[in-house]
């Protein structure tokens, strides 16, 4: 099966739940409306599973009869970063994200790496690194198959800029890049204005991992507010006071023949995962007529 784009949303649409469907309905009714992804959101799970196997399982069987590529966000209660009781329960949390991820079959389970806290920064960094070594390790005893997706963050006092993820997944086994490009724009006061910006990204990711690694990110989009902290508030597609813009970044991913895994988190999750769906597909046939 050729790669493609594919596009969802991260959690349940809002729709969906006042239709009073039950989360293995979900993969079917994104299919419905043409999407094919489904970012699961275990954020706030603590050092246990909280749903069952079976549950987990049904969903994961309805993704592939629906071809509905899964992920799970895991536990926002991580830092790896942070003192040893910390960052050992931490490492139970993330362990607990990744079983459900493989029960329901999920490809990548993307997480929050932690925070700088009174550390130095290099010194937290590496921290985090060593305690990503042994979590990637256990996960590989346990003959857990679900990658660990660490993802770019937006704010100042968080671990996980571009570069530390990216010497993440150079260095720790199992990884999967998840680039979150709301993130990338928060954080550098939105930086994000011409569809070089994005290009920039793009070709240092790819100097770094390679050109599989580049084309096979796993995304995080929407439009975002930020402060001096960095992110504030995530926004629709339609607010135009807010970047980055998404059209940049379709071109980006026609020029260098990316298939991402978009992921939408935007407040309107899967109707804006329709529009930068169309967006893409506008972006591509307009390339291609002036080839
Ligand atoms: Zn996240």
Redesign the pocket.
Same mark, same amino acid.
């Given at each position: 099966m050729a790669e493609r784009t594919r596009f969802g949303p991260a959690g349940v649409p809002p729709m969906f739940r006042l239709m009073g469907a039950k989360t293995s309905d979900v993969p079917k009714l994104l299919r419905e409306e043409g999407l094919d992804a489904f970012e699961y959101q275990a954020v706030r799970w603590g050092p246990k599973p909280q749903m069952k196997q079976e549950e987990a399982e049904k969903l994961g069987s309805a993704a592939r009869e629906n071809d509905v590529r899964m992920s799970l966000?895991g536990s926002y209660y991580v830092n790896l970063s942070g003192k040893k009781e910390v960052a050992e329960a931490s490492k139970k949390r993330l362990i607990a994200s990744a079983t459900a991820a493989d029960w329901m079959g999920a490809y990548v389970m993307?997480f %929050?790496t932690g925070f700088y806290g009174r550390f130095e920064k290099d010194f937290a960094f590496k921290t985090c690194l060593d305690a990503l070594k042994e979590v990637s390790a256990e996960m590989r005893s346990l003959g857990l198959r679900v990658k660990l997706g660490p993802?770019t963050m937006g704010r100042k006092f968080q671990v996980g800029n571009l570069d530390e993820i990216l010497t993440i997944c150079e260095q720790v086994e199992g990884t999967q890049l998840v680039v979150?490009w709301g993130h990338l724009h928060a954080i550098s006061f939105g930086a994000f204005k011409k569809p070089e910006d994005f290009r920039a990204v793009a070709e240092k990711v790819e100097q770094r991992l390679g050109t599989e690694k580049l084309r096979s990110m796993h995304c %995080?989009f929407s439009k975002i507010e930020f402060t001096l902290q960095g992110e504030k508030r995530h926004h629709t597609l339609d607010e135009k006071r807010y970047g980055p813009d998404f059209r940049m970044l379709a071109e980006v991913i026609v020029d260098f023949k990316m298939h991402p895994t978009m992921i939408c988190e935007s407040p309107i999750l899967d109707v804006d995962a329709r529009k930068m769906k169309e967006t893409l597909k506008q972006v591509l046939e307009s390339k291609q007529s002036k080839v």
């Open positions: 966000h993307v %929050h993802e979150d %995080h």
